[in-house]
């Protein structure tokens, strides 16, 4: 199993910055890839950026050039750096852990950018 908890959400408003961490804990060996999801009211989840155990990164055309995905390995902790934040971008944030065969979740932090 992977344990995994975000922090670093808030209120901020547009054109403001945000720093969420994800701390992960468990069987660290048998994770693939992690990422940042966001779920906004009545909406999918969506992927918002990603990496695999090789620090390639995807991200959603979205937020590209605007969030930063990185990893600490020796802090064990997944980062997501987001500049120049919208209104749209309000959503639940949720880490992820992908192993095989499963996919753990965490709690999620909710991001919300003022007009």
């Known amino acids: 199993q992977v344990q995994l908890e975000e922090s670093g959400g808030g209120l901020v408003q547009a054109g403001g910055s945000l720093r969420l961490s994800c701390a992960y804990s468990?069987?660290?060996?048998?994770?693939?890839?992690m990422g940042w999801y966001r779920q906004a009211p009545g909406k999918q989840r969506d992927m918002v950026a990603t990496m695999n155990r090789d620090g390639f990164t995807n991200y959603a055309a979205s937020v590209k050039g605007r969030f930063t995905i990185s990893r600490d390995n020796t802090k064990n902790t997944l980062d997501l750096q987001m500049n120049s934040l919208q209104p749209e971008d309000t959503a639940v944030y949720y880490c992820?852990?992908?192993?095989?065969?499963?996919?753990?979740w965490g709690q999620g932090t909710q991001v919300t950018v003022s007009s």
């Open positions: 468990g069987r660290l060996n048998t994770i693939d890839a």
């Open positions: 992820k852990a992908d192993t095989r065969p499963y996919g753990y």
